[in-house]
């Protein structure tokens, strides 16, 4: 993903300070991020979800794509450089070298995730309740595609962060 910078010389580059927000979950500009250097975390509520420090990571981009907003939030963990795209659909619909790379980000974050949802599904195929509901959720992320989709995350019970 680093190849992507070369693609992105000319564009402004921000500076965020340690525990300053990029992107913040329910937000709905439509800007794009692109990480130069420095280390980000994602969160969803307060749940830490991964830390990404590749040169060249795209944030911002589910919103830019699907006009839905952010599912996340992007906070800067050390002082993290990144170009800021201030109207992302714009910038993707001139620059398809970089859309392709959106694209390839994106699948592959689809990949893990059904990934993860298939072997999920084979450990808990015998249980029932939300574990064996595994099985509706891979053949929805399989199978249907409407437009107007939408999704509601969550479950009946609260995190429990330490089991």
């Known amino acids: 993903m680093s ?16 525990g ?32 990404v420090s590749q040169p060249g990571a795209f944030f911002g981009e589910i919103t830019v794509l699907l006009g839905t907003p952010h599912v996340a939030t992007v906070r800067a963990v050390d002082k993290a450089r990144l170009h800021v795209i201030e109207d992302g659909d714009a910038f ?5 070298e970089l859309t392709l790379g959106v694209a ?18 084979e450990q808990f195929e015998d249980h029932q309740g939300h574990l064996g ?22 479950s009946d019970r609260e995190y429990e962060p330490n089991i």
């Open 3 to 18: 190849d992507i910078l070369i693609h992105c010389a000319d564009l402004p580059q921000k500076t965020f300070e340690p």
């Open 20 to 51: 300053e927000a990029i992107v913040s979950e329910g937000g709905s500009d439509k800007r794009l991020y692109i990480l130069i250097d420095g280390t980000v975390e994602v969160l969803k509520e307060d749940l830490h979800l991964n830390l």
């Open 92 to 96: 993707l619909a001139a620059r398809p």
């Open 104 to 121: 390839r980000l994106v699948a592959r974050r689809l990949r893990q995730v059904t990934t993860y949802l298939a072997d999920l599904k």
């Open 133 to 154: 509901m595994v099985d509706e959720v891979l053949a929805s992320l399989v199978h249907d595609h409407p437009e107007d989709q939408t999704v509601t995350p969550g």
